[in-house]
């Protein structure tokens, strides 16, 4: 059921964008597994560049896969948890595939405007664009806020400049103790 209701959203996203539909044409008959824990599908590609509910025991091709940490990035900066993506088995394909997905634009307001009309569907998208926006915003805001007091108020983070400092002493340590290795081996060696 929830892989049909996958690939009805999936499909529904690439009649929108109809390059990706045609994109997909290329990939016909090949199964790709998504996998966003704790929601899974396994589908194939239709001959038409749409997908279908695979069937329980087809071996899957390709597997695209996202932590479920990256599900708020997702919404809030889809480019950064690109990053995060990993790919199995065949990864041209899963790449591929993944480029594809990650280029499909929901007409949010298009679909809107069919329930609601088209001023209220402009008014609404305007609005959760707003919305997104102050939350992403707010977001940064926060993790600011808590860096900063991690880094200054309590110490858990270090900072650049003292992780820096502590390679050289490292470093300078590391010289200081060949040398005295060194300088014990000419001792034993003349005594």
Known sequence: M???LNAHFLNHLLRQNRQAQEELCAYAGKVVRIALPPLQSTLIVLEDGLFAPALADAAVDAEIGLPPSAALRVLLDPASASSLVSLQGDTELAASIGKVLREL??????DLSRIVGDIPAHQLTQAATRIKNELGRQALSLAGMFADYWLEEQPLIAKRRHLEQFARDVDALRDDAERLEKRLSKLEKSA
């Not at 634009?105 to 298009?110: T, V």
Request: hydrophobic share 35%.
């Open 2 to 4: 929830l892989t049909q």
């Open 105 to 110: 634009h929901w007409e949010l307001e298009e």
